[in-house]
C-alpha cells in the first residue's frame, strides 16, 4: 500500500491500462505489474524461448510473457519494493501510446490462433467462432434496418429490433464464457521439472544408445 501511494499518478494509471492489455496478450489473468523491471527465468526455461524473436526495447518484459505463455510456462509474482527518486525515465509516454497497443493486439491475435486453433480445438474455440459470427450479423442487419428505416421514413417493428439486439447479446454471452474459460487456463504447473525431466530421460536415452 505504502508503495502505491509513493507512484506517480501518470505511472500508476499507465500501469492499470498496461496490465490489463498485458493480461488480454498474454493470458496471464492473474499478474498485475509484469513492467517493473524486475524478472528472472528458471534455465531450463530460458533456453526453450526464441530470444531473437522477442522485442528488444521497451516492450521485451511483455512480449517474453507473451513468449512463455506460448510454452505454457507458469510465472508468479514476487513482492519488490519499488523506489522512486529524481530520475527521468527514456520511455516516451507519446511512443508507447502509439506503439504498444498495436504490440499487444498483434500477440492477442497469435495466442488466440496458437491456443485455441492451431495447438488446441475446444469449445471455447466454438464460442469464440460463433460469437464473432452472431456479433457481427446482428450489428450489419441492425445497421441495415437502419438505414432501410431512415430512407423509408417507417420505423422498424419490434421484432426487427430483437432480430438485431438478440444475436449481439447470444455473441456477447458467448465471449463472456471464452473470456471465462481463458482465465480459468493460466498455467499452474511449473514448467521447467518437466523440462528437466524430459532432459534427464534424453541423457538416459544417449547413455544406453551403444557406442
Known amino acids: 500500500a505504502e ?34 523491471g524486475f524478472t ?25 510473457l507473451f513468449r512463455l505463455g506460448i510454452l505454457r510456462a507458469r ?10 527518486g529524481d530520475e527521468k525515465s527514456n520511455l516516451s509516454e507519446l511512443h508507447a501510446l502509439t ?7 498483434r500477440n492477442f491475435v497469435k495466442r488466440i490462433a496458437y491456443s485455441y486453433f492451431l495447438r488446441n480445438f475446444s469449445v471455447a474455440s466454438v464460442n469464440m467462432v460463433a460469437g464473432l459470427a452472431l456479433m457481427l450479423f446482428g450489428v450489419v442487419f441492425g445497421i441495415w434496418r437502419w438505414v432501410a428505416s431512415i430512407e423509408t421514413e417507417h420505423v422498424s417493428t419490434a421484432g426487427t429490433v430483437m432480430l438485431a439486439a438478440l444475436p449481439i447479446l ?3 454471452q ?16 511449473a514448467l521447467h521439472r518437466r523440462l528437466g525431466a524430459v532432459r534427464v530421460m534424453r541423457a538416459r536415452d544417449e ?3 551403444p557406442k
Do not use: C
Open 40 to 64: 528472472a527465468l528458471e534455465a531450463n526455461v530460458a533456453r526453450e524461448l526464441p530470444f531473437e524473436k522477442i522485442h528488444p526495447r521497451y516492450f521485451f518484459e511483455t512480449d517474453l
Open 174 to 189: 458467448l465471449w463472456l464464457s471464452v473470456l471465462q474459460h481463458d482465465v480459468s487456463m493460466v498455467p499452474k504447473v
Open 3 to 36: 508503495t502505491v501511494r509513493r507512484m506517480p499518478l501518470m505511472r500508476l494509471v499507465g500501469n492499470a491500462g498496461l496490465s490489463f492489455m498485458t493480461k488480454l496478450s498474454t493470458g496471464y489473468w492473474d499478474l498485475f505489474d509484469p513492467t517493473n
Open 99 to 105: 506503439t504498444f497497443p498495436f504490440l499487444h493486439l
Open 170 to 172: 447470444l455473441g456477447l
Open 207 to 209: 547413455d544406453a544408445k
Open 75 to 84: 510465472v508468479v509474482e514476487l513482492p519488490a519494493e519499488a523506489v522512486y
